[in-house]
């Protein structure tokens, strides 16, 4: 296995893939599990973790079957800790990975989604920030929010439906705050073409991630 130096373990790196059905770099356990799921789940599940498979065998120079990383269906991906820490994300046209030596979260959203922005911000982000003004949001800057506190969620291991009523989201400065749990994090916004790109973790001075792409430029 490949050691990282001081400087490239500080660095978190990005990759981007546009889904194209690609599977051919998973475990036999991971086609068992992917039987297990409907159609739709079976092929994100298995996309996914070639993905992951891949950027991290070229991180750590191993062969991507042997990357000992558990990820299991609907549960963060989680590797040996002295290996640092992974998140994913994916929407209906693109998968996202992020790795770092900390803890980090990210989350990826078409900026064209099609969703009612006004019903989204009153049902999950009005009683947390008082300071919106409906009269003042786009669906852009509501998107945007889905997409920060979606990569805190995923920080902290836990769940959507559980969990986003319980953060609050600060543009100015960029802080996502969760009191029930007393967590404080920054976070990183990324606009990408059609998507837009958040991340999660809590140091104040994060460094600039280092972006690897496969099919598109930063």
């Known amino acids: 296995m490949k050691l990282l130096n001081e400087y490239e373990y500080k660095i978190p790196k990005i990759w981007f893939y546009e889904v194209k059905g690609v599977h051919d770099v998973v475990t036999a ?8 799921l409907s159609n739709l789940r079976s092929k994100v599940f298995l996309e996914t973790r070639a993905y992951l498979r891949q ?3 070229k991180l750590f120079d191993l062969d991507p079957l042997e990357i000992p990383v558990n990820a299991d269906p609907g549960e963060p991906p989680i590797l040996p800790p002295s290996m640092g820490n992974i998140s994913l ?3 209906k046209d693109a998968i996202i990975i992020v790795w770092h030596q900390s803890k980090i979260g990210i989350d990826i959203e078409r900026t064209d989604r099609d969703f009612n922005h006004i019903k989204v911000a009153e049902k999950y982000f009005f009683h947390t920030n008082k300071s919106i ?10 998107l945007n929010q889905w997409c920060a506190v979606e990569a805190a969620i995923k920080w902290d291991h836990g769940k959507l439906s559980k969990d986003i009523n319980h953060w ?3 543009e100015k400065p ?3 705050i969760n009191n ?14 059609d998507w837009t790109i958040a991340l999660a ?9 280092e972006i690897i792409c496969s099919s598109k430029n930063f």
């Open 201 to 209: 973790y809590e140091e104040k001075n994060f460094l600039n991630p």
């Open 55 to 57: 950027s991290l065998s």
């Open 168 to 170: 609050q989201y600060y």
């Open 29 to 36: 356990e991971e086609i068992k599990t992917a039987k297990k």
């Open 174 to 176: 960029k802080e996502l």
């Open 89 to 91: 994300s994916h929407c």
């Open 180 to 193: 029930k749990k007393n967590l404080h994090l920054s976070y990183s916004q990324i606009n990408f073409h």
């Open 133 to 142: 003004h409906k009269k003042k949001l786009t669906k852009y800057m509501i």
